[in-house]
């Protein structure tokens, strides 16, 4: 598989990318991100073929065309095995009925509780393999509203071949996020509590990258969802979800909580790979830049609002970028200069035919605190189920825009409940109980350094620690 960059800047010597090349770079050099040149195609039959297999087993076949020619399929197979046997349930992303057309995809049985356990396993491994390879090592940089972090911190804890840097924003993630990371300990984990929002944070890190000298010295990856990986091993659960419901012969809706878009673009990679979906509702917090730019086509950047929900506490939704190309024509230049004015101007406003083709796939929903607390409230009562509040943002999003197609309504459930205990005990009155391997988190010692929101202190930490 051939890369390019949704800026249209590279590959600019005319050399194609391979996947190993966009893995451990992460953001494309000319400020872009990567995508494949094209989608591997599924056909009926092929779709049809996954029925009744592993997830691993389908999860090697869907991905080997993404890593071909860099990881043969045995070797990606061993990969994926050894990630995916981190996941204590066997079926790693069961569904699970909620009754009449409604289903969960229950993406939080990873070892740290939410769904981005799912591709961080996987990346974890692939740089082992990558790196190992290769006889290099790596700097992995990336930011975290929350659960990010404490997923790339278990996958890449103790590896010889990365040093990893995470940034949080300080004393805006919950108690139990921030101990999933601090408490680790590994020589190779460096754990960054900064000043500022999860935006700041982000902010910091492309900046970083985007001092090509810095990122050459460091030898800098990213690991945050703009890593094409990430949304690779994302799409899988789309497909093995389908097609436990019924595809190719039926098409499936699915309503995903959505922060920085990766798991929302992944469903329309798995429909442009040919999966039938018919619809994939877009539902937000208060943070709403992708459901505001899907209704009235403005995509403009908002105060931060802080949620009980913050994961999903994101202005900029990275990943929308790439969306955006594929709207756009895969003009890298138009790309270009939308993003120049988002920078300088704050937003800009979706062309009409973009913005109809986006419309076709598309529908985004923002959901406020109270309805995301009667969701919940809601859910306990009607199946006795204690659900976390991002997945209930994402079930109020699907039952509100109604499920008129007759299709089965599959909602994300991107995290445990007892990731946000507070939120959960008020709502419900329970306590949602960490699993046994968590269970004495709050006696664990923690480890972390505070910076300021300053770019230039961001680097002379690194700079201080990169190389052991
Ligand atoms: C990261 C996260 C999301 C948002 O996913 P994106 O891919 O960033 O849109 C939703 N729910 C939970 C629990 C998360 O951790």
Redesign the pocket.
Known sequence: MEYISTRGGFPSSGKALSFADVFLSGLARDGGLYVPKSLPQWSARDIASLAGHPYAECATRIMAPFVAPDICEADLADIVDKAYSAFPHAEVAPLRHLGDNEWLLELFHGPTL???DVALQLVGHLFEHLLNARGQRTTVLGATS???GSAAIDALKGLECAEVFMLHPKGRVTEVQRRQMTTIDAANVHNIAVEGTFDDCQAMVKAAFNDLAFRDETGLSAIN?INWARVMAQTVYYFTSAVALGAPQREVTYAV????????YAGYVARGMGLPIDRLIIATNANDIVARALGGGEYRVGAIHHTISP??DIQVSSNFERLLFDLYDRDGKEITRLMTELQTAGGFAINAEPLARARVIFAGCSVSEDETRACMANMFQEHGLVIDP?TAIAVHAARGLGNKSGHPMVVLS??HPAKFPDVVREVTGETPSLPGHLADLFEREERFDVLPNDVAALKAYIRARAER
């Open positions: 939410a769904f981005k929350g659960d990010t969802s909580p959505t922060g920085n878009f990766g798991d929302g994961s999903m991002h991107t995290a």
